[in-house]
Structure formats: C-alpha cells, structure tokens
C-alpha cells in the first residue's frame, strides 16, 4: 500500500471516530427535581430503629458490614422492606445473579408504590441501555446516567479519548438507602465477587450500615448528584421508543433470578418479616456515635475545589498522634502523600497499609504504577502489606460454598483507622484516580468502640496467612515474607510472578498513564 493511501485511510478512520465521539447530548432534556424521603419517621423501618436510639438526636446507628453474606442480606431485606423510596447510586452495576436479584428486588419495590431512583455512571455500562430503559418503563422507576458519553455505540471509548476533558470524571460514589432511613455505604459494586460467590474472584471489602443523621445526609448527598447537570435520564440516551412489552421481558427475566436464589449459598431474608427478624438481632449490635458524611462536591469538577477525602487526609495528617491503618485496593501516592507520612512517622506515628499483591490485583496496569512506590514508600517508615490470592480466611467461604473452590480473593476495601478512634469506611482508594478524577463518597465515625470492630477485621487482614509483608533488605532489595503451613516462607519479587510478566511489568511502568489509574 503507498504511503499516501495510508495517510488517507489514517486520516478517514481519525475523522470517523472523531465525529462520531463529538455527538452530543441534547441540552434542553427535562429533568425533574427528586429528592429522598424526608418523613422517615412515618416507615416501618423509621419506626423500628426510633426503639433503638438514644436520646442525643445528633448520633447515628452504625453497624460493620465485612461479611460479604450479611452485605447481600442488607441490601436484598431492605429493599423489602421499603415503603416510600428506594435510592440506589452505584458505580458498577453487573447483570450476574446478585445484580438482577437486586435489580428485580427494586422493581418490586416499585410495583409496592414505592419511588425507585437509580443512578448509575456510564463508564462500565456499554450494551446496558436497552436493559435500564425497559425497567425506566415502570412509572415508578427513574434511572439516570451519570456523565455518559453522547455516543452509545462501539465508537463509545473512542469518544472518551476525544473527550476526556469531561468523560474522565466518574461517578465512584456508592449509596444503597431506604426510606431516608437506613443507609449501606462501603467499597461494594453490586455484582457477584463482592457477595462471596463468583467461581473466579471474590473481594475482601467493608460496608457499614448506618442509620439516624447520617443516612439523612447519605439523602442529601444522593440528592445533589440526582439533580445534578451530568445525572442524564436514560430516555434520552435511548433515541428509538421502548416497546412496552420490554417490561414484561425483563421482569420475567428477573423473575427468574428470584426462582435461582437458592444458587446464592446462604440464606437470604426474602420476606418483610424475615428482615425484621434479621434486624432486632443487629440492631441490639449497633454502635451509636458520631458519624459524617464526606462526600465530593459537584463543585469540584468544574475546577473550584479540590478532593473531600484530600482534605479529610492532610487534617488528619496534622492530628493523628500514635498510629493510622489503611487499606486500600489500589495504591498509587502522590509525592506529597507520601512526604505527609514520613513527617508523621518521624515523630512516632505507626502506618501500616495493605493494598493488593500482584496477584490478587484486577488491573496489572495498576500495580505496574503501584511498584515504583514500595521503596519510598518503606524508606518513609510505612509498613507495607499485600493481600495474599489464597488468605487462609477465605476458606471458610469455599468449605461452604463449592461454586467458589476455585476462587482468589482480591481486596477492594477502602478504610482507614486513626489513634483507634476515627474511622472511614467508604469508595476512596489511595490513588490518581480518587484524588484527581472520581467523586468519592465515605462515612467517617467518631467512636473507639466501633474502630475497634474495623480494627479486628483489619487486623485479620494484615495475619501473615493471609498477606505478604514487604520490607526492604540491605537497604535496597524487597523482600516479601508471608507464614504458609510448613513455616515462614520468603520471595525476592512478586510472588507468583514469572520473569516475563515481571518484565512485562516493568515496561509498562514507564508508560505516563499513571494519573488515569
């Protein structure tokens, strides 16, 4: 072929996918104001958890969501149990079992007269609009979609590449609320591998339920993102009218999940009753405190403010006095980070981390970029820890489930505790794309009582059957050290790793991607 005709058909396939990346949204859509249940005391779930709260009306209700069993019941009782609305805003939404049992929980509510709103970002639902507006049919069910790209079709990441200005900013915030009443924040996408049961990978990850002001503010937080200008209603991403009989479709479809789930392997509440029972056995457990909502500001991505969780960060920073324990499923810090933590072990604050391992890792690319940070990281006097594929924890969930016999665990928890008193459970991961790129939202709790259930869940974490520790030896060479069934086990680079993929990895550490991780 002569070069001039490659020049030509170059610049052709550049000019399609740029056209077709330029298609816009209309700017004149109706988008009606919605706001969450302001009454929560006149529910069934308000009035339940009124019996439970102390006098002081400025304390909220919290309660430690780690197993991923009882992560699943939350979210599928409560849905149950809602009467007025049901808000559901999620980063990734899969279309696996757990997805479409909560999917078709949520048409139910619906079909009860309950308000359904579902706020979804776009970045990972390719393919998915024609599901979203068939269940939008229902008039009792809103879904938007958060930031979308203006085409839909196979050119959709192109148009990302050739907008990235705008469609690099993601919608990472995860809020599952009821009636204005009780709401679950944490790390959890809906989908299989974080409720204990996807055959491949399952997820080490934290939620909290929380009940009293801050659910009220978890409202007040979806609420800004709902009406927000990029909150965009699927009924206009879907240019060609939805047959009605699409509703039908999928509620079969749905109903089908529901007929399944006893595939889930655990006992799921599926009455209203069933939940209640479940409740009066946690609310006895709930820790009442004070808790904040920290959430970013719509603000932020039109370049007026910077990072909530940055804030938070450098404040701590400045009060922690004895130790800080963080985990994080991804973590690449920032020069500044990481200068920050060596200022606070240089007068004797204790950091430990835990991130993934490279094995456990879901996105190689990430650790390619978290690698070049271990070393200043341990010469800043942090503790490094990586979570091991095979954690001796997760065994209890394969000895009951043989779905997962096969599985590895990876860690998508992010959560820290300060002097074991504050602690943040929520969607914040120590990495570019929290600080620069995503709206993150968490719960920050103010009780030595509740750090000290995050702390012993962390504290399995960080058990040596269950992650690597890495230190440096000689002063220069990693070391990762870990105990296995025979006694304390030693590797001079990642474990499991082979030459090439070490190579591999390297190269892909000199390419400048790192602020998009």
């Known amino acids: 072929m002569k070069i001039k005709n490659l020049v030509f058909i170059l610049m052709l396939c550049g000019w399609f996918f740029v056209s077709t990346g330029c298609i816009s949204l209309p700017s004149d859509f109706e988008q009606v104001p919605g706001a969450t249940w302001q009454y929560p005391e006149q529910t069934r779930l ?21 197993d991923p069993r009882a992560a699943f019941h939350a979210r599928f009782g409560f849905a149950g149990l809602a009467e007025k609305t049901l808000d559901l805003q999620y980063y990734l939404w899969k279309g696996d079992l757990t997805g479409r049992l909560l999917l078709y ?6 079909d009860r007269g309950v308000k359904v709103r579902i706020l979804i970002d776009d970045i990972y639902h390719s393919g998915r609009d024609d599901i979203y507006a068939a269940i939008a049919l229902h008039p009792g069910v809103d879904i938007r979609i958060y930031n979308p790209t203006g085409y839909r079709g196979i050119a ?96 079969q479809e749905l109903e089908s999940a529901l007929n399944n789930i006893d595939t889930v392997p655990y006992t799921v509440p599926v ?29 932020r ?37 990481v200068a920050r933590m060596e200022a606070m072990t240089e007068r004797g604050v204790r950091i430990r981390i835990l991130t ?51 599985s590895h665990a990876g860690l998508h928890t992010k959560a820290f505790v300060v002097d074991g008193r504050f602690s943040m459970i929520g969607s914040y991961n120590m990495d570019p ?41 000689s002063g220069h060479k990693l070391t990762w050290s870990a105990k296995e069934s025979d006694g304390s086990q030693n590797w001079n680079h990642d474990p499991g790793s082979s030459r090439g993929l070490r190579f591999l990895l390297r190269i892909m550490s000199w390419i400048p991607f790192g602020k998009e991780l």
């Open 46 to 66: 308000g009035k339940f958890f009124e019996g439970y709260a102390p006098e002081d009306p400025e304390l909220s209700g919290v309660y430690l969501l780690s």
């Open 105 to 110: 929980r949520a048409l139910q509510a619906a």
């Open 156 to 251: 959709k990441n192109i148009s990302i590449v050739f907008h990235k200005r705008t469609l690099d900013h993601r919608m990472h915030n995860k809020i599952f609320l009821v009636d204005g009443v009780v709401a679950v924040l944490g790390g959890r996408n809906i989908g299989d591998d974080y409720f204990e049961i996807d055959p491949e990978l399952n997820f080490r990850d934290i939620d909290v339920l929380t009940v009293g002001p801050a659910a009220r503010d978890a409202g007040a937080a979806f609420d800004e993102y709902w009406n927000g200008p990029a909150a965009v209603p699927i009924n206009v991403l879907v240019k060609e009218s939805v047959p009605a009989a699409e509703l039908d479709t999928l509620r």
């Open 271 to 299: 009455t209203p009753d069933e939940t209640i029972k479940v409740l009066e056995e946690l609310a006895e457990d709930f820790v009442w405190a004070k808790a904040e909502i920290v959430v970013d500001s719509l603000e």
């Open 301 to 337: 991505f039109h370049g007026r403010t910077e990072s909530a969780f940055v804030k938070l960060a450098n404040r701590l920073a400045q009060e922690t006095e004895h130790d800080m324990v963080i985990q994080t499923a991804y973590l690449i810090p920032s020069r500044a980070g």
């Open 356 to 406: 993934n391992s490279l094995e456990s890792n879901n996105h190689i690319s990430v650790h390619s970029h978290y690698m070049k940070w271990r070393k200043p990281m341990l010469k800043a006097g942090i503790e490094l820890y990586e979570l091991r594929p095979d954690p001796e924890m997760l065994d209890y969930f394969k000895e009951q489930n043989s779905r997962i016999a096969d």
């Open 433 to 473: 794309r929290s600080r620069i790129w995503n709206s993150e939202i968490g719960l920050l709790v103010d009780s030595k009582e509740f750090a000290s259930r995050v702390l012993d869940v962390m504290e399995e974490d960080f058990d040596p059957v269950n992650s690597y520790r890495v230190s440096l030896r």
